[in-house]
Structures are given as structure tokens and as C-alpha cells.
């Protein structure tokens, strides 16, 4: 009998290291890709959509959305201003992702081999942005100079290169055959072999993530592979490992769920030790990976059925020793660098800036006169050749500025409309809202367009209560994936069907666990009058400076859906 593999396997076989038919169809007329050549664009960055507000009215209007991969979210000024520009390729905006990429949206199929060239021309790329393959590398990018920071983007920047498909297609059919310095030489005679990889690459995405000690920015939890350094005497002496962290779930599979990453092991500072432990934790990915259902093919899955001493025997099998215990972490802070931080000194010891700039929605676009975010922000680094980081909370950092210059930059910033974090609802500040309508083809709801207002409606909820001040994190997705990360989250918002929600509270708000279900099915105009209650309960029976998130985790689901019953409609 043949030995047929799941469909979404036997694609990835067919395309022959990524190839399959996208260089034909470039060259076809048509408007959109087959079938076939859309699973394997995403191995290259790319996802054809089609626009969901057009789609209800008449034929689907396709265009792509092409994800840019940034390790660790460090961009030189010349990359910065490559990717301004080639923002009118797509719709003029650019959007900072929660893994500190940058996608384009409503690409035309005839110009995506000029966007992605022109990428490549300024040392960016887009294989492996998306698709069955480590993802994009992220940590945390705040530049302060006496942390280190900066020897671990190094890291980042190695593991991301090394992990990356060595498969020559990705250049043969965008850049003529022509590689950039940041991707590794293809492999293999004719670059066709993936000796990591294989044919059938992984069985689904994989996600890798650093965090630095005590600052969990970038979500580590959620993390396939969570990577935190160690610090003794002033060296990194080593790295402490985790495994097994996701967001996504899905309706109709029970057993899916969101999961936060397990402590693993402890290993030494070395780049090859940490490349070793990683791949190994890739290949076990790799080899024990559901196949046959890709709603459960994360590595997360691999840790439900094995257990955590499992997992670190096979990882212990894999790199040939014992590997030490993890060691254990303490955080104190999850949020962004918003404003004006010291980054540190020049040499005369005037202090270098740096400022986070907010940028709700991670959306760069020139929406109105007062509001022309791509035009300042493209003068500043013109201007002053400021480095830029994004963040995987969808803002940016502003880097490497001197004292002298620091008012010429906020005068810049306030008259481009980009508000001081610090002159924003706190709601606001920290909130993350994923893409949704009209671009995402899974949203089940709306998410990054109704987020200003939800976000306004609860804020003045927690002004009618008395805590005007009180920092909430909030974030929301149009589909149980959770791309917002919103189970993290203070109040985590997510679409489940028509204009309908479910709400999640209890997070941490330091990343560390996950919220549960609050309440199902709450129409999106009900949302804020359903956590009013909630937020009142908060304010009076508080312990001294507990965080929303703590106080729902401590009363418990059960007792706020008490004295939160459904507000009639
Ligand atoms: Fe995501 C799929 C957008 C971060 C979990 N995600 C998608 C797609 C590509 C929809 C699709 O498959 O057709 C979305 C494109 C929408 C659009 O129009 O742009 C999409 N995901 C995003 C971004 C842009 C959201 C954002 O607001 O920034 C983020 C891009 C990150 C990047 O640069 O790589 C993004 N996605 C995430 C995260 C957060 C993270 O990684 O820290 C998650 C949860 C963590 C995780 O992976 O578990 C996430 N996205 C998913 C899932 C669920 C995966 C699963 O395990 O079940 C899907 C659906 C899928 O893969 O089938 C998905
Ligand atoms: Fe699309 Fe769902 Fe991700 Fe939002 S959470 S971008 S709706 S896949």
C-alpha cells in the first residue's frame, strides 16, 4: 500500500526545498497564486490575503502581506529608511510585530520581487518570517550600555543565522541568485539540501525568545525555546533554558490550549553550546512533532504528553550529557521603555539617550496631518542617523542620541503626533491589539480597529471607579491564535464568533502566568459594562499595591463572575 503522508506534508515535499511554483507564477499575469505556491510563499515571508472588508461586497481583491524578519528588532538607520520606503510598495504603512518584525500589507503580487530585492539590497530578508521553521529570533532591545545587552543581540543574531533554511531558493527566485550577508550560504552542492531541516521542514512554526534577568519584555513564556542569561560578577556565566511555551488554540480542538514555557536546564555562555542545546530542542520538535494534526503540532504539545523529565532526558540523549538544573528567575518589570531613558555616556560624559515611542497597533503610517508618524519618525533617523529597535510589544526605541539633539527629536515626535508615553491613558500605554480584520484571513472579529475605542470605554470605566492612574494591561486578538499574546495579559480580549468575545483576566502582569476564562460570548459593546464590576471589586478590596491581574488570580474566577452578572444588552 503507498505510504501517503497528511497533505500539508506531502507540500512541502513537492515544493523541493521551497521552490515549488512561485517562480512561474511570478511570471504568470494573474492577480494571485494557486493554492499550491501559497503554502510554500510562507516559507519566504509572504501570506496572500484577500481584503475581508471587499470581500463581502463582491470578488476577492488578493494582495500579500510580506513579514520582514528583524533579530532581536535591531535596525541600522539605512535599514530603517530602506523599509520607509519601500512602504509605498504595499498600502504606506509599516507595522511593528509582536516579535519585532515588520510587515507590509496589500503588496500587489507584480511587486513583491521588486519589495523583497530591495530588502535584500539593505541586508533585510523575509525567508523564514513565516511557515514550518524558526521564526524570527526575539529579545529585548532596550540599548542600555552597562547590561550587556548589546553581547546578546550578538547571540540573537547567531542563533537566528544559524537556524535559518539553507535552501538556495529563496534567492534564485527573488534576488537573481544573489545573497545578502545577514543569511547563511545555502548548502549542499547545489544548495538543496536542509541538513537541520530536511524536506518536510518542521511540523509547524517555532518561535525562540531572549529575555534578559528580572525584564520579561518579550514574553518569554510564550516562547517555544526561552533563552535567559546569567550574570555573576559582572560576566554571563551561562544561560538558563526553557521549552514548551504557545498562545494558539483553536474552537474546535479541545486538547488545544495556550501554555507557558517550562524551565529546562542551565547551560554554559558559549555560542556553540547555546546553538547545540537549541537545535537539539529544534530536532526533538522536529522528530516528535504531531504530523498528522497541525492544531497540535506545537513543541507545547510534545511537553503535555512528555512532562518536563522526559523532555530533558531525550534533550540530555541529543547533546550527549547531563545537563544542569535550571536556575531559578525572578522578574520585576514586563513593560516597554516608554520615554526618555539614559542609555549611557559619550566620551566627554554627556549622557546618549534613548527614547520608547509608542506607537499604538505597531502602525507607522501617515494617517493624517497631525498625525504623520511615518514622515517624523523618517526625519529623525535622516536627520540624526538614530538607530532603531522594535519591541515585541509593537513600539520602537529611538537609539544613540545625544544630549544636544534630545529636543530636536521631542519637538519632532509631539509635532508628527507621536503623544509622550507618559500624556497617555495608561490603558493605552501598554495595550497591543493583532491585525484582525480586514487583512488576517482567520480573524472571527475585529481587533486592531476597534482597539482605541475599547480601550477608551475602559478606561473610563477605571475613571468612574477612582483609579484614573491605574496601569491595566490589555490586549486583543480577533481569534482564539492569540498573536496579541492576550492569555498574558491583565485583560486579555478574544474573538470567538460573530461580534462576540471572550474575556480572560488573571495574568501576571509580569508575563509569568496565564489568565483564564472570565466570561464567554460578551458582544463587544457589552465588554466594558461586564468588567465594571470588576474593576469596582478591585478598588475596594485590593491588598496594598496588588496589580489587577494579581487580585483576579487571587478572588478567582468564580467569585468575579459573582458579582459581575450580565449586564442586560
Ligand atoms: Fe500570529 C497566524 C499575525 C504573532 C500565533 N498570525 C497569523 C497570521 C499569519 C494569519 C494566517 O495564518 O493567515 C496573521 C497575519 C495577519 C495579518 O494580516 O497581518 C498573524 N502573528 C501575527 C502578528 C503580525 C500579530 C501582531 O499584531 O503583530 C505577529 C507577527 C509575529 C512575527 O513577526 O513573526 C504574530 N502569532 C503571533 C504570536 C505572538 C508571539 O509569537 O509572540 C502568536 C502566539 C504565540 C504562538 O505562536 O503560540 C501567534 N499566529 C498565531 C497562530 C496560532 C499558532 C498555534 O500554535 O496554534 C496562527 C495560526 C496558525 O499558525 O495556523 C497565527
Ligand atoms: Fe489573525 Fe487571529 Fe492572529 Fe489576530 S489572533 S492576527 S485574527 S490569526
Given at each position: 500500500m503507498e505510504n501517503l503522508l497528511p497533505a500539508a506534508e506531502q507540500a512541502?515535499?513537492?515544493?523541493?526545498?521551497?521552490?515549488?511554483?512561485?517562480?512561474?507564477?511570478?511570471?504568470?499575469?494573474?492577480?494571485?497564486?494557486?493554492?499550491?505556491?501559497?503554502?510554500?510563499?510562507?516559507f519566504h515571508g509572504t501570506y496572500q490575503q484577500d481584503d475581508r472588508d471587499v470581500r463581502k461586497g463582491g470578488p476577492k481583491q488578493y494582495s500579500c502581506m510580506v513579514r520582514v524578519g528583524v533579530p532581536g528588532g535591531v535596525l541600522?538607520?539605512?535599514?530603517?529608511?530602506?523599509?520607509?520606503?519601500?512602504?509605498?510598495?504595499?498600502?504606506?504603512?509599516?507595522?511593528?510585530?509582536?516579535r519585532q518584525d515588520i510587515q507590509y500589507h496589500y503588496v500587489p503580487k507584480p511587486r513583491l520581487r521588486e519589495l523583497i530585492r530591495g530588502l535584500n539590497d539593505s541586508y533585510l530578508s523575509t525567508l523564514a518570517a513565516c511557515g514550518d521553521v524558526v521564526r524570527n529570533t526575539i529579545s529585548c532591545p532596550a540599548p542600555f550600555e552597562n547590561e550587556h545587552r548589546q553581547n546578546i543581540q550578538e547571540y540573537v543574531t547567531f542563533l537566528s543565522r544559524s537556524l535559518k533554511p539553507k535552501t538556495a531558493a529563496y534567492y534564485d527566485i527573488w534576488?537573481?541568485?544573489?545573497?545578502?550577508?545577514?543569511?547563511?550560504?545555502?548548502?549542499?552542492?547545489?544548495?538543496?539540501?536542509?541538513?537541520?531541516?530536511?524536506?518536510?521542514?518542521?511540523?509547524?512554526?517555532?518561535?525562540?525568545?531572549?529575555?534578559?534577568?528580572?525584564?520579561?519584555?518579550?514574553?518569554?513564556?510564550?516562547?517555544?525555546?526561552?533563552?535567559?542569561?546569567?550574570?555573576?560578577?559582572?560576566?554571563?556565566?551561562?544561560?538558563?533554558?526553557?521549552?514548551?511555551?504557545?498562545?494558539?488554540?483553536?474552537?474546535?480542538?479541545?486538547?488545544?490550549?495556550?501554555?507557558?514555557?517550562?524551565?529546562?536546564?542551565?547551560?554554559?555562555?558559549?555560542?556553540?553550546?547555546?546553538?547545540?542545546?537549541?537545535?537539539?530542542?529544534?530536532?526533538?520538535?522536529?522528530d516528535f512533532g504531531n504530523r498528522t494534526n497541525r492544531k497540535l503540532a506545537r513543541l507545547k504539545y510534545v511537553l503535555d504528553d512528555w512532562g518536563v523529565e522526559k523532555f530533558k532526558t531525550e534533550l540530555e540523549a541529543r547533546v550527549g550529557r547531563p545537563l544542569a538544573p535550571p536556575e531559578p528567575l525572578t522578574w520585576t518589570r514586563a513593560e516597554d521603555y516608554l520615554g526618555w531613558h539614559r542609555q549611557g555616556m559619550d566620551e566627554n560624559g554627556a549622557p546618549i539617550w534613548f527614547t520608547g515611542v509608542r506607537i499604538v497597533s505597531g502602525r507607522i503610517r501617515d494617517f493624517s496631518e497631525k498625525h504623520r508618524f511615518r514622515t517624523g519618525l523618517r526625519e529623525i533617523v535622516q536627520k540624526f542617523g538614530s538607530e532603531v529597535r522594535l519591541t515585541c510589544q509593537q513600539n520602537l526605541y529611538l537609539c544613540s542620541i545625544r544630549d544636544a539633539d534630545r529636543s530636536a527629536i521631542a519637538a519632532i515626535l509631539r509635532n508628527c503626533g507621536l503623544a509622550e508615553p507618559e500624556t497617555l491613558p495608561p490603558v493605552l500605554r501598554h495595550a497591543i491589539a493583532c491585525p484582525a480584520l480586514p487583512t488576517c484571513a482567520l480573524a472571527i472579529t475585529e481587533s486592531e480597529r476597534i482597539m482605541p475605542q475599547l480601550v477608551d470605554e475602559i478606561q473610563a470605566e477605571l475613571n468612574s471607579v477612582g483609579l484614573p492612574d491605574q496601569v491595566v494591561h490589555f490586549r486583543t486578538s480577533g481569534c482564539p491564535n492569540g498573536c496579541s499574546r492576550p492569555y498574558t495579559s491583565e485583560i486579555g480580549i478574544v474573538g470567538a464568533s460573530l461580534n462576540m468575545y471572550s474575556i480572560y483576566l488573571g495574568a501576571s502582569p509580569l508575563g509569568t502566568r496565564l489568565g483564564s476564562l472570565f466570561a464567554q460570548n460578551v458582544k463587544r459593546e457589552q465588554i466594558a459594562p461586564r468588567l465594571r464590576p470588576v474593576l469596582s471589586f478591585y478598588k475596594e478590596e485590593r491588598q496594598l499595591n496588588e496589580a489587577f491581574g494579581d487580585f483576579c488570580h487571587r478572588v478567582g474566577m468564580e467569585a468575579l463572575r459573582e458579582i459581575a452578572s450580565p449586564v442586560a444588552a
Amino acid at each position: 500500500m503507498e505510504n501517503l503522508l497528511p497533505a500539508a506534508e506531502q507540500a512541502k515535499v513537492d515544493a523541493k526545498f521551497l521552490r515549488g511554483t512561485i517562480q512561474e507564477e511570478l511570471e504568470n499575469t494573474s492577480d494571485m497564486f494557486s493554492k499550491a505556491a501559497v503554502g510554500v510563499l510562507k516559507f519566504h515571508g509572504t501570506y496572500q490575503q484577500d481584503d475581508r472588508d471587499v470581500r463581502k461586497g463582491g470578488p476577492k481583491q488578493y494582495s500579500c502581506m510580506v513579514r520582514v524578519g528583524v533579530p532581536g528588532g535591531v535596525l541600522t538607520p539605512d535599514q530603517y529608511l530602506t523599509l520607509d520606503r519601500l512602504a509605498n510598495i504595499g498600502d504606506g504603512s509599516l507595522r511593528i510585530t509582536t516579535r519585532q518584525d515588520i510587515q507590509y500589507h496589500y503588496v500587489p503580487k507584480p511587486r513583491l520581487r521588486e519589495l523583497i530585492r530591495g530588502l535584500n539590497d539593505s541586508y533585510l530578508s523575509t525567508l523564514a518570517a513565516c511557515g514550518d521553521v524558526v521564526r524570527n529570533t526575539i529579545s529585548c532591545p532596550a540599548p542600555f550600555e552597562n547590561e550587556h545587552r548589546q553581547n546578546i543581540q550578538e547571540y540573537v543574531t547567531f542563533l537566528s543565522r544559524s537556524l535559518k533554511p539553507k535552501t538556495a531558493a529563496y534567492y534564485d527566485i527573488w534576488i537573481n541568485g544573489e545573497h545578502s550577508a545577514t543569511a547563511e550560504e545555502p548548502s549542499g552542492p547545489e544548495g538543496r539540501t536542509e541538513p537541520l531541516y530536511g524536506l518536510t521542514y518542521l511540523p509547524r512554526k517555532f518561535k525562540i525568545g531572549f529575555a534578559f534577568p528580572g525584564d520579561n519584555t518579550t514574553d518569554i513564556y510564550a516562547n517555544d525555546i526561552g533563552i535567559v542569561p546569567r550574570y555573576g560578577s559582572g560576566q554571563l556565566t551561562g544561560f538558563t533554558i526553557l521549552a514548551g511555551g504557545g498562545m494558539g488554540q483553536s474552537a474546535g480542538v479541545k486538547a488545544s490550549h495556550p501554555r507557558m514555557a517550562d524551565p529546562i536546564c542551565s547551560i554554559g555562555p558559549s555560542e556553540e553550546e547555546l546553538l547545540e542545546v537549541a537545535t537539539a530542542i529544534v530536532t526533538i520538535h522536529r522528530d516528535f512533532g504531531n504530523r498528522t494534526n497541525r492544531k497540535l503540532a506545537r513543541l507545547k504539545y510534545v511537553l503535555d504528553d512528555w512532562g518536563v523529565e522526559k523532555f530533558k532526558t531525550e534533550l540530555e540523549a541529543r547533546v550527549g550529557r547531563p545537563l544542569a538544573p535550571p536556575e531559578p528567575l525572578t522578574w520585576t518589570r514586563a513593560e516597554d521603555y516608554l520615554g526618555w531613558h539614559r542609555q549611557g555616556m559619550d566620551e566627554n560624559g554627556a549622557p546618549i539617550w534613548f527614547t520608547g515611542v509608542r506607537i499604538v497597533s505597531g502602525r507607522i503610517r501617515d494617517f493624517s496631518e497631525k498625525h504623520r508618524f511615518r514622515t517624523g519618525l523618517r526625519e529623525i533617523v535622516q536627520k540624526f542617523g538614530s538607530e532603531v529597535r522594535l519591541t515585541c510589544q509593537q513600539n520602537l526605541y529611538l537609539c544613540s542620541i545625544r544630549d544636544a539633539d534630545r529636543s530636536a527629536i521631542a519637538a519632532i515626535l509631539r509635532n508628527c503626533g507621536l503623544a509622550e508615553p507618559e500624556t497617555l491613558p495608561p490603558v493605552l500605554r501598554h495595550a497591543i491589539a493583532c491585525p484582525a480584520l480586514p487583512t488576517c484571513a482567520l480573524a472571527i472579529t475585529e481587533s486592531e480597529r476597534i482597539m482605541p475605542q475599547l480601550v477608551d470605554e475602559i478606561q473610563a470605566e477605571l475613571n468612574s471607579v477612582g483609579l484614573p492612574d491605574q496601569v491595566v494591561h490589555f490586549r486583543t486578538s480577533g481569534c482564539p491564535n492569540g498573536c496579541s499574546r492576550p492569555y498574558t495579559s491583565e485583560i486579555g480580549i478574544v474573538g470567538a464568533s460573530l461580534n462576540m468575545y471572550s474575556i480572560y483576566l488573571g495574568a501576571s502582569p509580569l508575563g509569568t502566568r496565564l489568565g483564564s476564562l472570565f466570561a464567554q460570548n460578551v458582544k463587544r459593546e457589552q465588554i466594558a459594562p461586564r468588567l465594571r464590576p470588576v474593576l469596582s471589586f478591585y478598588k475596594e478590596e485590593r491588598q496594598l499595591n496588588e496589580a489587577f491581574g494579581d487580585f483576579c488570580h487571587r478572588v478567582g474566577m468564580e467569585a468575579l463572575r459573582e458579582i459581575a452578572s450580565p449586564v442586560a444588552a
